[in-house]
C-alpha cells in the first residue's frame, strides 16, 4: 500500500488555494509559557471544518468526465457538508447519503449547500451509496480513507510548517485519520524531528490502543460512540489511513470527557473560537498531558459545528 | 488639524507585522446571495481585540529614549491589555490606571500581562494617568484620539483591500473612531468608491446624529452607558477622529440592542467565532439594516472579550 508523497500533498495545496480560508496560527495568551501554543483554527473554514480542503482535493484528481457526473458520499456530518460545499465551487451534481437517525439540522445543512439527499436507514448506507454511483456514474468520495482526501486534509500541514518554521509538536485529532495522515506526510517531509501526536477520547481510543500495539485495532461502535465527540466516534481508522499513522506518527495519547469539556470553554473563553468537542481533543490534550505535549506546540482546531445548548453549557460551568 | 495619511498607515503596518495576527477574511455561508459578506476577525488577536495593532504602533513610534521610560494608559477596556502586552512585546514599562469600578477580571488580565496598575476613582482616572506620565517621563497612548493610534488601526483596511480587492462595503463599529479613522485613510486611498460604514448602537447614536448633521456631537454619558456594548459607550467619538470622518466615511447606521445580541448568537453558531457586543454591531447592521449595506461587504469583528454568561444567553435565544 503505498503512502500519500509530499507532492500530491503539494498539489493539493495549489487546488484548494483561494477556494479554503488560508487559516492563521493563533498564539494563546493563556499557554505555559514553557510550551506556547497556537492554534491552528480550521473551524474558521466556511462549513465550519478542515474537510473543506479533502473533498475540494478529490474532487478536483477526477478526468473532467469524470467528475461532470458528479459525486456522492454517504458521510452525515462534516465530510457531507463539505463535499456538497465543494462539489457546488466546481459546479457538479452531488448526493449525500443520509441516516434517517441524523439531526434535522444537519439534514438541512447539506440541503442549503445545493446537495440532493437520500435518506436510508444506517444499515443501508454504504450500499446505497455504491449503487448510486454505479447506476449515475459518480464518483464515491469517502470521508478519510483515500489518497486524495488525505493530500488535501495535508495542506494543514503544510501551512503549519510555513507559518511557524520551529514548531516542535502538532496535535492532531483523530477519527478515521484522514487528517493526521496528511498532516504527518506535509510535515515531516521538511521538518522530521517535529513530534505529531495523534489525539483521541479515552472512550473513543482503539488507535492510542493499537498504536501501543503495533497493529491495527478495531474497537465495537457501540464503545466508541460513548464519546461526547461525535467526529470522531469511529471504531477505527482507515486501512490506509494506518499505513501512515504507523509510519510517520511519534504518539498517540487520550483525554477525559471532562478534559473535552473543560477545552471547550477555554477555547471560547480565552481564544474566543468555537470547537465542537472534536475541535477542542487538542487543547484537552494540551492542558491536561502536559507529560506527552512538550516545545512549542501546535494545536490542530478540527471544527466549529458544536451544539449551541452543549456550547452554552461549557460557557457557564467553572473551570 | 492634519488627517493621517496612507504612507504612515503603511508603515505602521510594516511596524504590526508578524507582531499581530494576519486575520482572514471569512467567507459567510449564511450571508443573502446578493450581499455577500465576509468578516474580519479581530476578535482572534492575542488580547481579543484590534487595538493592539493601534497600541504597538504607537509604542514603535516613540523615540528609543522616550520609549524606555515607558508608557501609559488610563483605558480599563480592550486598549489597557493591547497596550500591556504591546509594551511587553516591546520590552518596555507600563502603567495602566483603571477605575475602582473595574470588573476583577479585566484588572486580572491586565496584570497577568505584566502591567502595573493604578487604581483611582473614576473622576480621577484622566489627570493621574498625566501625573504618572510627568513623574516617570512616560509617554501616554490614548485609546483612540492619536495620529499614530489610527494609523495602527488603519492596517485593518490595508488587510482587507489585499485581500478583497472588489470589496464594496465595510462595516466598522465605532466608540471613539480610532478603528474607523484608521481603516478610511487605508481604504480610500486606493479604492475610493468603496463605501466606510460605522456603526454605533442606538442607544450611543452621538455619531449617527452628528454626521447627519454635519458636526461634532457629544451625548451624555448616562445615556451612551445604557447599551450593552462596553466598548462603545464612549460619549463621542474623538475631535482628530471625527476630522477624518467627516471627510471620509460615506454613512454611519444604529442598530437596536436586540439586533447586536441576535448577532453575537449568529457568529457563534453560524460563523463560530466568539464576539462581544462591540464586536457583532457590524453583523448586526448587516442582517438588520439592509437598505444601508449592499454589495460584497465586509464586516468588521472588532473584538471578542464577552462575559461568557452573556454568551451563553445568545447561544440559547432563538434567532
Same mark, same amino acid.
Given at each position: 500500500?503505498?503512502?500519500?508523497?509530499?507532492?500530491?500533498?503539494?498539489?493539493?495545496?495549489?487546488?484548494?488555494?483561494?477556494?479554503?480560508?488560508?487559516?492563521?496560527?493563533? %498564539?494563546?495568551?493563556?499557554?505555559?509559557?514553557?510550551?506556547?501554543?497556537?492554534?491552528?483554527?480550521?473551524?474558521?473554514?466556511?462549513?465550519?471544518?478542515?474537510?473543506?480542503?479533502?473533498?475540494?482535493?478529490?474532487?478536483?484528481?477526477?478526468? %473532467?468526465?469524470?467528475?461532470?457526473?458528479?459525486?456522492?458520499? !454517504?458521510?452525515?456530518?462534516?465530510?457531507?457538508?463539505?463535499?456538497?460545499?465543494?462539489?457546488?465551487?466546481?459546479?457538479?451534481?452531488?448526493? @449525500?447519503?443520509?441516516?434517517?437517525?441524523?439531526?434535522?439540522?444537519?439534514?438541512?445543512?447539506?440541503?442549503?449547500?445545493?446537495?440532493?439527499?437520500?435518506?436510508?436507514?444506517?444499515?443501508?448506507?454504504?450500499?446505497?451509496?455504491?449503487?448510486?454511483?454505479?447506476?449515475?456514474?459518480?464518483?464515491?468520495? %469517502?470521508?478519510?480513507? !483515500?489518497?486524495?482526501?488525505?493530500?488535501?486534509?495535508?495542506?494543514?500541514?503544510?501551512?503549519?510548517?510555513?507559518?511557524?518554521?520551529?514548531?516542535?509538536?502538532?496535535?492532531?485529532?483523530?477519527?478515521?485519520?484522514?487528517?493526521? $495522515?496528511?498532516?504527518?506526510?506535509?510535515?515531516?517531509?521538511?521538518?522530521?524531528?517535529?513530534?505529531?501526536?495523534?489525539?483521541?477520547?479515552?472512550?473513543?481510543?482503539?488507535?492510542?490502543?493499537?498504536?501501543?500495539?503495533?497493529? !491495527?485495532?478495531?474497537?465495537?461502535?457501540?464503545?466508541?460512540?460513548?464519546?461526547?465527540?461525535?467526529?470522531?466516534?469511529? /471504531? $477505527?481508522?482507515?486501512?490506509?489511513?494506518?499505513? !501512515?499513522?504507523?509510519?510517520?506518527?511519534?504518539?498517540?495519547?487520550?483525554?477525559?470527557?471532562?478534559?473535552?469539556?473543560?477545552?471547550?470553554?477555554?477555547?471560547?473563553? $480565552?481564544?474566543?473560537?468555537?470547537?465542537? %468537542?472534536?475541535?477542542?481533543?487538542?487543547?484537552?490534550?494540551?492542558?491536561?498531558?502536559?507529560?506527552?505535549?512538550?516545545?512549542?506546540? @501546535?494545536?490542530?482546531? $478540527?471544527?466549529?459545528?458544536?451544539? /449551541?445548548?452543549?456550547?452554552?453549557?461549557?460557557?457557564?460551568?467553572?473551570?
Amino acid at each position: 500500500m503505498t503512502l500519500v508523497g509530499i507532492e500530491a500533498v503539494r498539489a493539493a495545496a495549489a487546488r484548494v488555494a483561494g477556494r479554503v480560508v488560508r487559516t492563521p496560527l493563533l %498564539p494563546c495568551l493563556w499557554a505555559d509559557d514553557a510550551r506556547p501554543l497556537w492554534l491552528k483554527p480550521e473551524n474558521l473554514q466556511p462549513t465550519g471544518a478542515f474537510k473543506m480542503r479533502g473533498a475540494l482535493n478529490a474532487i478536483g484528481m477526477l478526468d %473532467p468526465a469524470t467528475r461532470s457526473h458528479g459525486v456522492v458520499t !454517504h458521510s452525515s456530518g462534516n465530510h457531507g457538508q463539505a463535499l456538497a460545499w465543494a462539489a457546488r465551487a466546481y459546479g457538479v451534481p452531488v448526493v @449525500v447519503v443520509m441516516p434517517d437517525t441524523a439531526p434535522a439540522a444537519k439534514v438541512e445543512g447539506v440541503r442549503a449547500l445545493g446537495a440532493e439527499i437520500v435518506v436510508v436507514s444506517p444499515a443501508e448506507r454504504d450500499a446505497r451509496a455504491a449503487e448510486l454511483a454505479t447506476e449515475r456514474g459518480m464518483a464515491v468520495v %469517502p470521508p478519510f480513507e !483515500h489518497p486524495d482526501v488525505i493530500a488535501g486534509q495535508g495542506t494543514v500541514g503544510l501551512e503549519v510548517v510555513e507559518d511557524l518554521p520551529d514548531v516542535e509538536a502538532i496535535l492532531v485529532p483523530v477519527g478515521g485519520g484522514g487528517l493526521i $495522515s496528511g498532516i504527518a506526510v506535509a510535515v515531516k517531509a521538511s521538518l522530521p524531528q517535529v513530534r505529531v501526536i495523534g489525539v483521541e477520547p479515552e472512550l473513543a481510543g482503539d488507535l492510542a490502543e493499537g498504536f501501543a500495539k503495533g497493529e !491495527h485495532v478495531s474497537w465495537d461502535q457501540a464503545l466508541t460512540s460513548r464519546t461526547i465527540a461525535d467526529g470522531v466516534r469511529l /471504531p $477505527s481508522v482507515g486501512e490506509l489511513n494506518w499505513r !501512515h499513522i504507523e509510519r510517520l506518527v511519534d504518539d498517540v495519547v487520550t483525554v477525559s470527557e471532562q478534559a473535552i469539556l473543560d477545552a471547550m470553554g477555554r477555547l471560547a473563553r $480565552s481564544s474566543r473560537v468555537v470547537a465542537e %468537542p472534536s475541535g477542542a481533543l487538542t487543547t484537552a490534550a494540551y492542558v491536561t498531558r502536559p507529560e506527552a505535549v512538550d516545545g512549542r506546540t @501546535v494545536a490542530i482546531v $478540527s471544527g466549529g459545528n458544536a451544539d /449551541p445548548a452543549l456550547m452554552a453549557r461549557v460557557l457557564t460551568s467553572s473551570t
